[in-house]
C-alpha cells in the first residue's frame, strides 16, 4: 500500500534497500519462466562463467547487459528467460584442486583418478560458484531455477549425445598430429587457446657439416638459421626451395647433424622461403607443424625429443636426457660453440605463444588427439552471419568471423586432464575402438559379449565442447529431443540474444553456430537455418580498460574489485556508470570514481522522488483517469508530457539497435536535466501559488504520473531504487512489482517538437540571465530587466508566452523588446541562439566599486599571464621541461587570455 515520505528516507541508502528487493523478487518466482503459447518467449542463455571465477569489471558490464535486455523484454510482456550456470572449467579448476593437494604434501596420483575427481566435487560444492552469489547482488534476475552446471548428467548426457553422432558421422577422428602442449598442465590445448605475444630473442645460424664435403668445397656446410637450437636434436633432414639455384646441386646429399652422430638428407621443398635465412631450413617433424607437413611428404621420421614436461626424453642423446628444454638450450649452444658449428647469432624478434591459462610457453609436440572436421561445419555457419540471419552488433566483428571461418583448421578435443567430461570412446582388448554413450552400448558396438572387459580413453574433452552446445543442452535436450512433445526446448529455442566478450568469437559464437545448425534439425524437425540458429543477436561487448586507456590488471593495480564498488556506491549506481560508459564498439575508460555518476543519478532522482511525495502529502493528487493527468495543463506540462514522449521514443529505438550507453543517456538526460532540474521547477510556483487546489492537485498527479513512468523506463538498468520509489508513489498489493509492470509506450500526439525547441530557447536565456548576475555580482534576492532585441515576430510571440519563467526562475521584473540598435547603459550583454540579451545594470550594483574590482581582477591575471609568457619564452625552460609541464603553461595561457577578455567585457559594460 501506498506509504508517506516519512517512510522514505531523507538519504538514499541502497545498502538497506537492495538486498531487501532482491529477496522480494525471488521469493514470489518473479525470475522464473514457462512454456506459456499465449506469449512471445525471449531468451538469453549466460556465457557460463567458470566454476573457480569471481566477478570482474568485465562480468559487471556483460551482465547487467543481459539483466537490462531481460528485464525490458519481461515488463514489455514476452516470457522472459535467462538461463544461468556455470561451466566446469576443465584446466582451471583442476589446478586449484591440486594447487590444495599440494599443501597436504599430496598429488592427484597419490588419490586416483576416480578420488580425485570426488574430490573435485567436493570443491566445487564447498568453494565453487562464488560468482553465481555475487551476480544475485549485482540485481540479475536470472532463472535461478533453470541454473545448469556443464558437468550436469543432463548436460553429460548431451556431450556424449553428440560425440558418439559426430564420431559416427566421421566428423570425429583420432590422429597423430602436432598440437599446441602446455608442458605445466600436461595437455593439449586448442589454437585459440594460446596467446601469442612478441619477444626479443635471437637467431642462431648453425652449420650441418655436408657428408663428403672437403677443404677444398666452395660449400663446406649446410648453414640453417633457427630460433630454437635445442629441437636439432629432432632433425630428421634439412630443407632447400627446388628452385633456389645456390642449392641445387647438394639436393639428395646427407649431413652430419651435429651433437648426435646422424645423418640426414637434404631434401627440396616449395615450403622454404628462399629468402629467409640462408634458404636452408632444419626440418623437425615432431617440433613443428610445418615441418609435419614436410615430412608428410617426404616421408621422414618423426622424432620426439620432449616428454610431457618439455624435457629431454630418450630419444635425445645422452648428454641432455633429463634437461629442462630452457637448460638444454644453454647446454646445446655452449657444445656448438666448442665444436665450431655456429656461424652468427642475431637478434630477432619472434612471436611466442603461451597457455591461456598459466602463461607458460607452449611447445608443439606430436602426439595422438581427437579431434573434429570443421570445414563441413563451418560453411553453413559463415552462411547464417554473412546473410544476416545472425546479426552481429557492432556489425565489423563480422568480417574477423569471416576471415577465421574461412582458414578454419581441425579442433582438437582432446585434453590430457582427468577433470572434465570423459571421451566417450571404449576400447576392447584387441584393439579396436569405438564411440558409445556407456559401456554396454559400447560392448554392442565392438560385437562383445554381456561383461566383456572395455576400457574407456582416458583423456577428457575441451571445456569448449561441452559449452558450444549450452543453448540447446540447459533447455533438456537430448531427452526432450526423445519425448517429441512441446516443451522448454522447442519453445526457448532458438534464443534471442547472446551478450558476450569478442576475445571468444571462435572458442564459443563460432562453434555454437555450428552445433545449433548440426543438431538444431533434430528437434526442430526443420533444415531452415532461422529456426536451427542458436541465437538472432549477438551483443560484443566493450573492453573495460582503466581511465589512461590501460587493460584492467591485479599487476597493475588497476582492477577495481566489484563487490567494494557494489558495497561503497550500490548496486544500481555500478550498473548505470558502466552501461553509460559502454558505446556499441568501444572500449570503456573506467575508474572507481566514476561511479559518483551512478549514484548522484540515484539520489537525484531519490530527492525528487521525497518532493513530490511531501506535496502529495499536504495537497493530495487527482483521481487518476489515464496514464497522465491532463487537467489544467500549461505550457511546462505541454512541454515535458512531450519531452516524456520523446524520451520513451529514442530509448526503445537505442534498445532495439543494442546502443545501450545511448539508452542511459536518454534517461539521464530527461530525468536529471528535464524533470528534476526544469520541470519540478517550474510547477514549484503553481504548487505554492494561488491557483485553486483541484489545479494543484492536478500538477501534483501529473508530475507523479510522468515520475512513474520514468522509473519503469528507468527500472532496467536500475531495478533497486526504482522499485523502492515505485513502491511509494501509489497504492500497491502485496505482489506488485515494477518487475512485472508495463513499459510506458511512446505516444506521438504528445509529442510537440516545436514546443520543446522553444523551452530549450527559454532555458538558454534563463541560465544566460543566472550566468550575468554571477559574473556581475547582483545579490540573488534583486529583481532584473530584461531587455531582447529578437530577429523575428515569431520568436517574440514565442518569448512573451513563457515570460512568467522568466519572472520565476530568474527573478525577471519587466521584459521589453528594443526595435533599433540601441541597447541600455551600462547593461551586461549575452547572445542566446542568435538573439541578443541585455540587462540594465544602474542600481543592482555599485558601478564604481564594481568597476575598481573588476580594474583589479584585470591587472591581476595579466601579472600572471605575463609570467607564463616569460617562461614559455624561455627555450631553456621549453627545451628541458617535460612536454606535459610546457603543454600546461600554454593551457595556463590560453585560460589567463580567455579570462581577461571575459573580465574586459565586463568592465566595458559598465563603463558605457
Not at 543453448?471 to 547472446?498: A, K
Amino acid at each position: 500500500m501506498s506509504e508517506s515520505t516519512a517512510s522514505l528516507a531523507k538519504v538514499y541508502s541502497p545498502n538497506e534497500v537492495e538486498a531487501r528487493w532482491y529477496k522480494f523478487w525471488e521469493e514470489n518466482n518473479f525470475f522464473h519462466a514457462e512454456v506459456n503459447p499465449a506469449k512471445q518467449p525471449y531468451t538469453i542463455v549466460i556465457p557460463p562463467p567458470n566454476v573457480t571465477g569471481v566477478l570482474h569489471m568485465g562480468h559487471i558490464l556483460n551482465n547487467t547487459l543481459q539483466d537490462a535486455f531481460i528485464r525490458h523484454k519481461r515488463m514489455k510482456g514476452f516470457e522472459a528467460c535467462w538461463v544461468p550456470g556455470m561451466d566446469h572449467a576443465g584446466i582451471a579448476t583442476q589446478n586449484v584442486v591440486e594447487k590444495s593437494l599440494k599443501k597436504e604434501g599430496k598429488t592427484r596420483h597419490d588419490l586416483g583418478r576416480e578420488k580425485f575427481i570426488e574430490r573435485v566435487w567436493q570443491w566445487k560444492e564447498q568453494y565453487g560458484g562464488v560468482i553465481i552469489k555475487q551476480l544475485r547482488t549485482l540485481g540479475c534476475s536470472c532463472d535461478w531455477q533453470r541454473e545448469r552446471f556443464t558437468m550436469d548428467e543432463s548436460l553429460s548426457a548431451a556431450v556424449r549425445e553428440v560425440f558418439v553422432r559426430m564420431f559416427d558421422d566421421g566428423l570425429i577422428y583420432r590422429g597423430k598430429y602436432i598440437v599446441n602442449w602446455c608442458p605445466k598442465d600436461h595437455t593439449a590445448i586448442s589454437d585459440d587457446e594460446v596467446n601469442y605475444s612478441e619477444q626479443q630473442g635471437k637467431i642462431y645460424y648453425i652449420r650441418y657439416p655436408i657428408i663428403g664435403a672437403t677443404a677444398n668445397d666452395a660449400m663446406r656446410f649446410a648453414v640453417v638459421a633457427t630460433t630454437r637450437p635445442e629441437t636439432l636434436l629432432g632433425d630428421t633432414a634439412v630443407a632447400v626451395n627446388p628452385t633456389d639455384e645456390r642449392y641445387k646441386q647438394l639436393i639428395g646429399k646427407m649431413v652430419e647433424l651435429p651433437l648426435t652422430g646422424r645423418q640426414i638428407p637434404i631434401i627440396a621443398d616449395e615450403y622454404v622461403d628462399a629468402s629467409f635465412g640462408t634458404g636452408m631450413v632444419k626440418i623437425t617433424p615432431a617440433h613443428d607443424p610445418n615441418d609435419y607437413w614436410v615430412g608428410q611428404r617426404h616421408n621422414l621420421p618423426q622424432i620426439n625429443i620432449f616428454d610431457i614436461s618439455a624435457s629431454l626424453n630418450e630419444n635425445a642423446p645422452t648428454r641432455y636426457r633429463g634437461m629442462d628444454r630452457h637448460e638444454a638450450r644453454k647446454v646445446v649452444l655452449a657444445d656448438l660453440h666448442s665444436a665450431d658449428l655456429i656461424e652468427k647469432i642475431d637478434d630477432y624478434t619472434n612471436n611466442i605463444g603461451r597457455c591461456y591459462r598459466c602463461d607458460t610457453i607452449i611447445e608443439p609436440y606430436l602426439s595422438d588427439q581427437w579431434f573434429v572436421k570443421m570445414k563441413p561445419l563451418a560453411e553453413p555457419a559463415l552462411n547464417v552471419v554473412m546473410d544476416g540471419t545472425i546479426t552481429f552488433y557492432p556489425d565489423r566483428w563480422t568480417k574477423v568471423y569471416e576471415h577465421w571461418m574461412t582458414n578454419i583448421r581441425d579442433w582438437c578435443i582432446s585434453r590430457q586432464l582427468w577433470w572434465g567430461h570423459r571421451i566417450p570412446v571404449y576400447y576392447a582388448d584387441d584393439g579396436r575402438l569405438t564411440a558409445a554413450r556407456n559401456e554396454d552400448e559400447a560392448r554392442t558396438r565392438l560385437g562383445l559379449p554381456a561383461g566383456a572387459s572395455v576400457r574407456q580413453d582416458d583423456d577428457v574433452l575441451d571445456t569448449w565442447f561441452s559449452s558450444w552446445l549450452w543453448p540447446f543442452s540447459v533447455q533438456g535436450w537430448p531427452q526432450h529431443e526423445q519425448q517429441g512433445t512441446s516443451n522448454d526446448l522447442t519453445y526457448f529455442y532458438p534464443t534471442n540474444t547472446l551478450v558476450t566478450a569478442p576475445d571468444i568469437i571462435f572458442f564459443w559464437v563460432a562453434r555454437m553456430i555450428m552445433a545449433g545448425l548440426q543438431f538444431g534439425p533434430s528437434f526442430t524437425g526443420s533444415r531452415d537455418p532461422r529456426k536451427n540458429i542458436p541465437f538472432k543477436d549477438v551483443y560484443f561487448t566493450s573492453l573495460v580498460r582503466d581511465d589512461k586507456g590501460r587493460k584492467m590488471s591485479k599487476s597493475l593495480g588497476n582492477s577495481p574489485e566489484p563487490m567494494d564498488l557494489i558495497a561503497d556506491y550500490g548496486a544500481d549506481a555500478v550498473r548505470f556508470t558502466i552501461l553509460y560508459l559502454a558505446p556499441l564498439g568501444q572500449d570503456i575508460l573506467y575508474s572507481r570514481e566514476k561511479n559518483e555518476l551512478g549514484r548522484n543519478f540515484a539520489n537525484k532522482i531519490w530527492n525528487a522522488g521525497r518532493f513530490l511525495l511531501m506535496n502529495r502529502d499536504q495537497i493530495g493528487e487527482a483521481p487518476k483517469t489515464s496514464e497522465f493527468n491532463t487537467d489544467h495543463l500549461d505550457l511546462a506540462d505541454r512541454w515535458i508530457l512531450s519531452r516524456f514522449h520523446s524520451t520513451a521514443l529514442a530509448l526503445e529505438q537505442a534498445m532495439d539497435a543494442y546502443e545501450i550507453n545511448k539508452v542511459a543517456k536518454v534517461i539521464y538526460d530527461f530525468f536529471w536535466h528535464d524533470y528534476c532540474d526544469w520541470y519540478v521547477e517550474m510547477i514549484k510556483s503553481r504548487l505554492y501559488g494561488d491557483e485553486p487546489t483541484d489545479a494543484k492537485q492536478a500538477v501534483v498527479s501529473r508530475a507523479l504520473d510522468i515520475y512513474d513512468a520514468a522509473l519503469r523506463l528507468l527500472h532496467p538498468i536500475m531495478p533497486f531504487v526504482t522499485e523502492e520509489l515505485w513502491q511509494h508513489i501509489r497504492a500497491r498489493g502485496p505482489k506488485e512489482s515494477i518487475m512485472r509492470s508495463s513499459p510506458p509506450a511512446a505516444d506521438r500526439a504528445f509529442i510537440d517538437q516545436q514546443r520543446e525547441s522553444e523551452m530549450v530557447f527559454v532555458q538558454n536565456v534563463i541560465e544566460s540571465l543566472r550566468t550575468i548576475r554571477g559574473e556581475m555580482g547582483i545579490a540573488p534576492s534583486k529583481d532584473i530587466s530584461l531587455h531582447m532585441r529578437l530577429t523575428d515576430e515569431r520568436t517574440a510571440e514565442s518569448v512573451e508566452q513563457y515570460a512568467g519563467y522568466f519572472k520565476r526562475l530568474a527573478r525577471v521584473s519587466s521584459l521589453t523588446f528594443i526595435k533599433d540598435s540601441s541597447r541600455p547603459k551600462p547593461s551586461a550583454s549575452a547572445v542566446v541562439q542568435g538573439e541578443e540579451l541585455f540587462v540594465p545594470l544602474e542600481g543592482l550594483i555599485d558601478l564604481e566599486v564594481e568597476r575598481a574590482r573588476l580594474q583589479k581582477e584585470i591587472d591581476r591575471i595579466a601579472d600572471l599571464l605575463r609570467s607564463v609568457e616569460a617562461k614559455l619564452n624561455n627555450p631553456k625552460f621549453v627545451d628541458k621541461a617535460p612536454k606535459d609541464v610546457v603543454e600546461k603553461e600554454h593551457e595556463k595561457l590560453k585560460n589567463f587570455g580567455n579570462t581577461i577578455e571575459k573580465l574586459q567585457q565586463s568592465f566595458d559594460a559598465l563603463s558605457s
